[in-house]
């Protein structure tokens, strides 16, 4: 093989796994779509929480990566509680552009505070995310896998397994699939249809919080801006793979992955995300629903 | 005085930004992308004055022509679909321009000049040397004056689209686009050209904004502004044509008046959206209000009893 076919492969192997992170993303978007129909444009503040809880536990105080990524889930969870108590439950009745842009509000106000935060007490102090695997990796023959890639590939493919599982061997992942369906006849069921919202939320600002638990450690780096950067990817992933449903989410945040990377490779670094942006609107005029998506856009 | 000359410029291309994206508003559809719009006028504008030597005037147009084409390209295949993929295309849009624009390098090398030698946009170090109103003689005031101009035609052609059979047929969209569609009305045809005309404003917008600041970056035109643009809508109001012109007036003024609102203002933008939403989803001001303050539709209301109502689903009862 040519040189410029090896290091087109590794490339998409590189973009293949560090997509995982935006599947993860693109998880936490596509279940509350699925649930709500309802865009959270406030997820990637899960993100950028999860990803600081990370770097505070981690570099601050030197507790070991395991607790660093519970912490980040956790702390992701209690944004994702607030942003379901204040932008959606008082809300439910109302026009679905409503939540939507208080969702938007809170992501500016969420976005700016921390920058303020960070920038009085973290500015070229904390900013580096701890990452016990960098030059780590095994060779595969000509490509190399890079370990903390890797790692997030394993992460990322457990949680889609344990997500997987709950959907679909729980009563609660009954409960969501019923709810996803219709809220009106969930309740004559007898289903509680608010903690099951509640509950949806939490689990998908924890897939946020360990996302960006993930993507700091991968790029070794705490940003405020990756909040705004994930709502990006996140978005693009799951339109790409197909709205609502978890398996398109998958498919399109690897897509993208691989999309940006090779893209960067193929023909330059500073237009990757115009290409990837051509490439979505080629998808959308091609197929609406998306890469996986079914004709009549499946929930959950 | 010339610091509050500039200010009142920049109200109005505010202005001219809230009218861009209330033009969608109008139909229902949230754009999250209007900086793109704003940054490729702003590009367009700046090149034909400072490469070809053209008009102002000529420039700026072109500015809103190409925030039209770009706006035609994001809309055509987003806007045929339903809800919110417009959105998502916009910000995925924006995000994507704004690195083209942070990248994009063309012009020829500036003669009899120390130092910076390159006209016309120059990568991640900007566009600068965007002489044209030093060049030509025109004052911060007058330069105000053009700007307001503009935002005068922008807002009266509005009043007439509210008024006229076009504004209540944008509305109906808004309302049910299904009852659209059974009534005759080609949505996506009527969604796609509120969008383009929004494209427009906002490189009109942008236009104005480079000769303004003379200088230019890919890194000016943020998804930021695109939310605050948003925000002066949907904090003022997006029931009817005042709510963009207020909220886009007080926003851009207050923090030039008050330090603290300065430093905080996007803090205080998020905190105001939520609040809206939560307690007054029509905003600022609503169409009842404007219904109370008309003078002029009070008194024909008198005369003849079904005077026209102007909702939105925004405030639906629960």
């Known amino acids: ?300 | 005085m010339s610091y509050w000359y500039t200010v009142l410029t920049f109200t109005g291309i505010n202005v001219l930004l809230a009218y861009s994206v209330y033009a969608s508003y109008m139909t229902g559809q949230v754009s999250l992308g209007q900086s793109a719009f704003f940054g490729i006028g702003a590009y367009t504008a700046a090149t034909l004055t400072v490469l070809s030597g053209a008009n102002l005037f000529v420039a700026v147009i072109a500015g809103g022509a190409a925030g039209t084409i770009a706006s035609l390209f994001v809309g055509v295949p987003t806007l045929r679909l339903r809800g919110y993929y417009l959105t998502v295309a916009t910000v995925a849009f924006a995000e994507a321009i704004r690195v083209v624009l942070h990248n994009f390098r063309f012009g020829k090398p500036r003669e009899g000049a120390a130092g910076d030698t390159w006209q016309g946009p120059d990568g991640p170090v900007g566009f600068r040397h965007i002489s044209y109103l030093n060049e030509h003689n025109i004052g911060t005031f007058e330069y105000m004056s053009i700007v307001w101009c503009v935002v005068l035609v922008v807002v009266v052609v509005f009043a007439i689209l509210e008024r006229s059979r076009l504004g209540r047929v944008l509305r109906i969209i808004e309302e049910d686009q299904i009852v659209a569609k059974s009534i005759g009305i080609n949505v996506s045809f009527m969604k796609v050209g509120a969008f383009a005309f929004g494209g427009f404003l906002a490189g009109i917008g942008g236009g104005l904004y480079a000769h303004l600041m003379t200088f230019i970056s890919g890194d000016d035109f943020k998804i930021y502004l695109s939310a605050l643009v948003l925000a002066y809508v949907v904090i003022g109001g997006g029931q009817t044509m005042w709510g963009p012109l207020v909220g886009a007036v007080i926003f851009t003024l207050l923090p030039e008046v008050s330090r603290p609102v300065k430093e905080f203002r996007l803090e205080l933008f998020g905190i105001l959206m939520i609040a809206v939403m939560l307690f007054r989803p029509a905003g600022m001001i609503s169409a009842a209000n404007v219904r109370k303050w008309a003078v002029g539709r009070r008194l024909r209301a008198l005369l003849d009893r079904s005077s026209p109502r102007v909702s939105s689903p925004m405030v639906r009862e629960p």
């Open chain 1, 1 to 300: 093989m040519s040189d410029y076919l090896i290091d087109l492969l590794q490339t998409s192997i590189d973009g293949l796994l560090f997509g995982s992170t935006y599947a993860l993303v693109a998880i936490g978007f596509t279940v509350i779509w699925g649930l709500l129909r309802i865009l959270n444009l406030a997820h990637g503040q899960t993100v950028m929480v999860g990803m600081f809880a990370g770097m505070v536990c981690s570099t601050i105080f030197k507790l070991p990566i395991i607790v660093g990524f519970v912490a980040a889930m956790a702390a992701a969870c209690v944004v994702g509680i607030i942003v379901d108590r204040v932008c959606y439950r008082p809300l439910r009745n109302a026009h679905e552009l409503v939540p939507m842009i208080a969702t938007l509000g809170f992501w500016i106000f969420l976005e700016e505070a921390f920058i303020k935060i960070y920038f009085y007490t973290w500015f070229r102090g904390y900013m580096d995310f701890p990452n016990p695997y960098t030059f780590i990796g095994y060779d595969v023959g000509p490509i190399r896998l890079r370990l903390d890639y890797l790692i997030t590939l394993a992460v990322s493919a457990a949680l889609v397994a344990v997500l997987y599982l709950i959907v679909y061997r729980t009563r609660f992942g009954l409960a969501m699939r019923m709810v996803a369906e219709s809220h009106d006849i969930g309740y004559l069921m007898g289903v509680p249809v608010r903690r099951i919202l509640t509950g949806t939320f939490l689990l998908a600002s924890a897939y946020g919080g360990a996302a960006g638990f993930l993507i700091g450690m991968a790029s070794n780096l705490a940003s405020p801006q990756a909040g705004t950067l994930a709502v990006v990817k996140g978005l693009f992933a799951m339109i790409l793979g197909g709205s609502g449903s978890i398996a398109g989410a998958i498919v399109g945040g690897m897509t993208l992955g691989v999309l940006e990377l090779t893209g960067a490779y193929v023909v330059s670094f500073a237009y990757r995300d115009a290409i990837a942006m051509i490439i979505l609107f080629a998808v959308l005029i091609v197929r609406p629903q998306g890469i996986a998506g079914k004709a009549t856009i499946e929930r959950v």
